[in-house]
């Protein structure tokens, strides 16, 4: 019997082999590097540090060599370059998947609608043009493609993390006490309040207000504005965030509608006791003018889909039901006056602001941070909305896409063997259970009806020990095998003989010798 070690040198070897295309028995630094960075684990990745530290890595990168020996320790203390050489993450053919990504962004850069936002001379200014797009898988596979190391304020973006910062120190009850959670059906800063007098969600200026008016009150403005800092540097796996005093002026000096709005609450008695107004507002513009980029703003996106632990850090930032509670609201309420409709047509939750940034979540498989400042009439970024839409044309990301089997989209997630793998077993568990529609879909999908699995059961096998006479029937029609045999040398007559399915053993009986009275033709007629 092999061992496990045995089976891990030969997976190691055949890795190393891979690389080593001139056989040269040692790969330079470089090639490992850059076939890590093809599955997206990044020279820049915290997880990658020590190996890099290590003496292996001291010598420039082109000059020193790896050896199979030291290639084989590297795979064995390092489970992350091994499932990444090996392709078992969660995006196992990250480079393609890749190349679909740029492909989406140069169709939709050609977008040169909408127009930035100009409440504010700070972001009036802002190039137009500009556009990012940046991943982060939940296994920390990245890429990034257009603008994605320039700054950008988060605006209505940092309202999911205010809103889990309340959740996580309050909780659920005491939050949504202060708090509804429904869409609005309003604009983003109507004077509007729900029946209770409470902001109808965290995703708008009046929710967001109050998720601040809720965070660490205990602590003076200062420490509450650090505590909101110092998430966002874990959320963007410990890359400084900084913070534009401008946009934070020009805010505060624009900020009627949104006085407004917090006396109006504050007349409804939302707010918790003793909430000072101006600080409060002063807190909300100062977290609107936090400023990071898409580069960075991916792993916060992906920790929000790998349920509040950041991916590349490995830090439990929030809890999985805060995540759940703030994903179920920002597929409901992210997107403006366009939730409904996002939601409809994506299926995911995303929050957008309106300096043109969208945090995109697909749940378990990665989040996406895309900024492009021009915005439709609704105030989402006009490219952003247009990628993510490109993006569930091409991709089964949509939440109910795995409802639609039929669906031609690419399924980015699974392994190529995992694919051809899980149709074998449809297609055998169908004529077991004597599902002829399901049958007929996935030959149509080019599934072969002699395929046979790991124990060498065909889909004859199956329907034969079953009974199921029609699903008999049709593979006969399909010409399939009619004695193939299974590891144990059973033949599908045999499995009907032993379970007694009388019917269907006349019915091979008389195909087998329909087929071989047709065989004889042939090689009667070869002869001739
Ligand atoms: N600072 C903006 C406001 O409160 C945020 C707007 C937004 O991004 O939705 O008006």
Redesign the pocket.
């Known amino acids: 019997m092999i061992s496990t070690t045995q089976l891990d040198e030969h997976a190691s070897d055949s890795l190393f082999k891979m690389l080593d295309a001139e056989n040269k028995k040692s790969i330079t630094s470089n090639t490992f590097l850059n076939q890590l960075a093809e599955n997206g684990i990044l020279e820049d990745d915290p997880r990658m540090r020590e190996l890099l530290h290590s003496f292996t890595f001291k010598v420039p990168k082109d000059t020193k060599t790896i050896t199979q020996a030291e290639f084989n320790d590297i795979l064995k203390q390092n489970a992350l370059v091994k499932k990444s050489l090996s392709k078992n993450l969660v995006i196992p053919d990250f480079e393609s998947f890749c190349k679909h990504i740029e492909d989406i962004f140069f169709e939709t850069r050609k977008n040169k609608t909408g127009k930035v936002a100009d409440y504010i001379p700070q972001l009036a200014r802002v190039n137009p043009e500009q556009f990012a797009i940046s991943i982060c898988t939940v296994d920390g596979q990245r890429f990034s493609i257009g603008d994605s190391n320039v700054d950008f304020c988060l605006?209505?973006s940092c309202k999911p993390i205010n809103y889990c910062l309340a959740l996580e120190e309050l909780g659920e009850q005491k939050v949504h006490s202060h708090v509804g959670r429904e869409p609005s059906g309003q604009s983003?800063?109507e004077l509007a309040l729900n029946l209770k007098g409470l902001p109808h969600n965290p995703m708008i200026?009046a929710g967001a207000m109050m998720s601040c008016s809720l965070i660490d009150r205990k602590n003076s403005i200062a420490d509450r504005f650090d505590k909101v800092n110092r998430t966002w540097k874990a959320l963007c796996a410990e890359k400084a965030v900084s913070f534009n005093n401008s946009v934070y002026l020009s805010?505060r000096q624009t900020a009627d509608r949104?006085f407004a709005l917090a006396y109006f609450m504050r007349e409804k008695n939302a707010f918790p006791e003793k909430t000072n107004l101006t600080e409060t507002l002063e807190f909300y513009?100062q977290c609107?003018s936090i400023e990071s980029k898409t580069y960075d703003l991916a792993a916060a996106a992906a920790t929000l889909a790998n349920a509040g632990t950041n991916p590349l850090t490995g830090e439990v930032i929030f809890k999985s039901s805060t995540v759940q509670n703030c994903l179920s609201l920002m597929l409901s309420c992210g997107m403006y006056d366009f939730s409904g409709e996002f939601a409809f047509k994506i299926g995911l939750p995303a929050k957008s602001?309106?300096?043109g940034a969208l945090m995109l979540v697909i749940p378990n498989v990665m989040g996406i941070s895309i900024w492009s400042p021009r915005l439709d009439e609704i105030?989402n970024s006009v490219r952003g909305v247009e990628f993510c839409k490109r993006l569930v044309e091409r991709f089964s990301f949509h939440q109910y896409d795995s409802l639609t089997g039929h669906s031609t989209k690419i399924n980015p997630r699974k392994k190529e063997k995992e694919v051809k793998a899980s149709k074998v077993m449809e297609l055998i568990w169908s004529a077991s259970h004597g599902d002829l529609d399901e049958i007929l879909r996935l030959e149509a999908e080019g599934v072969s009806p002699d395929i046979a699995d790991y124990d060498g059961r065909t889909p004859l096998h199956l329907a034969t020990s079953e009974g199921q006479l029609e699903v008999v029937k049709h593979l006969i029609s399909k010409n399939v095998n009619l004695s193939p045999k299974d590891r144990w040398g059973n033949t599908p007559m045999e499995d009907a003989i032993k379970f007694k399915h009388k019917e269907i053993q006349k019915l091979l009986e008389q195909a087998i010798k329909s087929c071989n009275s047709k065989k004889d033709k042939v090689i009667e007629s070869i002869l001739i």
């Open positions: 605006q209505s983003f800063n200026n805010e949104n513009f609107c602001g309106v300096s105030g």
